[in-house]
């Protein structure tokens, strides 16, 4: 069981920027693929960012160019760094971690994913 805490959500104005990190608290995600969702108000949940345990990294196309998403294995943590946040990034973001040694290239399914933390809530004022 992999149980995950994100960190890093709070309130920003539009145009700033936001760092979100997931640790893995009971074990580590060397091989995992890792995910981030989000979900705003009367929304379902949408995809963000994926990156393999190969180290590749994909954006949904309203994040891309803006959404960094990276990992270190050695400390269990990934990290997703928004910038230029606008207010339709207002949301509760969601990292997820997949099943080891599958989607080395990450993936941008929900149910491609096991294992899921609490939530971060990020709040973009305009």
């Known amino acids: 069981q992999v149980q995950l805490a994100e960190s890093g959500g709070g309130l920003v104005q539009a145009g700033g920027s936001l760092s979100l990190s997931c640790v893995a608290l009971?074990?580590?995600?060397?091989?995992?693929?890792m995910g981030w969702f989000r979900q705003a108000p009367g929304k379902e949940r949408e995809f963000v960012a994926t990156?393999?345990?190969?180290?590749?990294?994909s954006y949904a196309d309203s994040v891309e160019g803006r959404f960094t998403l990276s990992r270190d294995d050695a400390k269990s943590t990934v990290y997703l760094q928004m910038n230029k946040l606008g207010p339709e990034d207002t949301a509760v973001y969601y990292c997820?971690?997949?099943?080891?040694?599958?989607?080395?290239?990450?993936?941008?399914?929900?149910?491609?994913?096991?294992?899921w933390g609490q939530g971060a809530h990020v709040t973009v004022s305009s």
């Open positions: 997820a971690a997949g099943p080891r040694l599958v989607h080395p290239y990450g993936s941008i399914r929900a149910n491609d994913y096991d294992y």
């Open positions: 009971t074990h580590t995600f060397n091989r995992h693929s």
């Open positions: 990156i393999g345990w190969n180290n590749h990294a």
